[in-house]
């Protein structure tokens, strides 16, 4: 079964600096690995997927993402935090042929002025 | 892509009583499923809602007290029988579509 790590369940930043979000996955097979946003009573929103293409994936509002098989890792960088970034952020992993998802804990992220 | 509409959006329940949650999709789509986040908590999967058959439940959930229809491929709904205060959650509802799964912007259910 796959499943997700993501430590520090909570992340300050300052506006303008940069933003680093940790995702370490488990999977028995060759994994498909996501980002979502969850903003304030709103539902989730895809920011990147990765599904066996290129190992770096550019998202929406500036977000990327690394997939390292050899740390079976996935973080989520963007150069430059904006105060509209401030939001709750779930790392997702599936399996080829898998319908299930295990979700990361979230990180809840805080954008200081 | 697919929009999904939830109603309600939030509700405020008695201890004992129902709520139905509804799930539009404006498209058809094979895979429709259950979601709950638990206060500060991350998602976890109640039940894949499959069109003319009985839902899959997971671990820890059953049908008795999530049941769940699917009438046809735009269309579910969820139940959260006998309510308790632990069933105070945000109840999502998602969809695969072209490889992407989106969700809805979940039912807020209070149990007083």
């Known amino acids: 079964a796959q499943s997700v790590t993501q430590l520090d369940s909570h992340v300050s930043v300052s506006e303008g600096t940069p933003v680093l979000l940790r995702c370490n996955y488990s999977s028995s097979y060759s994994p498909s690995l996501f980002w979502y946003v969850q903003h304030p009573n709103k539902g989730l929103q895809l920011l990147l997927k990765y599904t066996s293409a290129a190992t770096l994936v550019k998202g929406i509002n500036g977000f990327e993402a690394e997939f390292k098989k050899s740390e079976t890792s996935f973080h989520l960088t963007k150069p430059s935090a904006h105060m509209s970034d401030a939001a709750e952020y779930f790392c997702?992993?599936?399996?080829?042929?898998?319908?299930?998802?295990?979700f990361g804990k979230g990180n809840q992220v805080v954008v200081i002025p | 892509s697919a929009v999904i509409s939830q109603k309600p959006s939030r509700d405020i329940c008695q201890r004992g009583t129902s709520l139905t949650i509804q799930c539009q999709v404006d498209s058809q789509v094979t895979m429709m499923f259950w979601y709950r986040q638990q206060p500060g908590q991350s998602l976890t999967l109640i039940a894949t809602?499959?069109?003319?058959?009985?839902?899959?439940?997971e671990s820890g959930f059953v049908i008795d007290k999530f049941p769940i229809s699917r009438p046809n491929l735009t269309f579910s709904t969820l139940t959260v029988s006998n309510l308790s205060p632990e069933d105070s959650s945000i109840y999502l509802c998602?969809?695969?579509?072209?490889?992407?799964?989106?969700f809805g912007e979940g039912s807020r259910l209070t149990v007083l």
């Open positions: 809602a499959n069109q003319g058959s009985e839902a899959t439940y």
């Open positions: 998602s969809v695969k579509n072209t490889g992407e799964l989106f």
């Open positions: 997702v992993v599936t399996c080829y042929g898998n319908n299930r998802l295990a």
